[in-house]
Nanobody, 119 residues
Framework: QVQLVESGGGLVQAGGSLRVSCAAS????????MGWFRQAPGNQRQLVAT???????NYADSVKGRFTISRDNAKNTVDLQMNSLKPEDTARYFCYAVPRIGVNWGNYWGQGTQVTVSA
């Protein structure tokens, strides 16, 4: 079994910064893509950013230039540094990972952490 545990998040004023982190644990051989998605009330879950094990990144247009994703392959962690936050960034942020368990790959999600940006 694989667990993804997020930390960080919270309440911040517009223009401020927050950092969310995620740690994967379990019988993991390696992890392919890791990333962050977010979901606001009444909306679908949407991509924020992803990063491959080789360090290639992909960002939603709405966060480019403001958010930075990074990972530590040795620790199986992924972080999202969020700067210049806007009220529209308010959402629950979910960690996502594709770990290799034995000879199989799986898709796992964390429980999410709330990010609230006040105007």
């Amino acid at each position: 079994q694989v667990q993804l545990v997020e930390s960080g998040g919270g309440l911040v004023q517009a223009g401020g910064s927050l950092r969310v982190s995620c740690a994967a644990s379990g019988r993991i051989s390696s992890i392919g893509v890791m990333g962050w998605f977010r979901q606001a009330p009444g909306n679908q879950r949407q991509l924020v950013a992803t990063i491959t094990s080789g360090g290639s990144t992909n960002y939603a247009d709405s966060v480019k230039g403001r958010f930075t994703i990074s990972r530590d392959n040795a620790k199986n962690t992924v972080d999202l540094q969020m700067n210049s936050l806007k009220p529209e960034d308010t959402a629950r942020y979910f960690c996502y990972a594709v770990p290799r368990i034995g000879v199989n790959w799986g898709n796992y999600w964390g429980q999410g952490t709330q990010v609230t940006v006040s105007a």
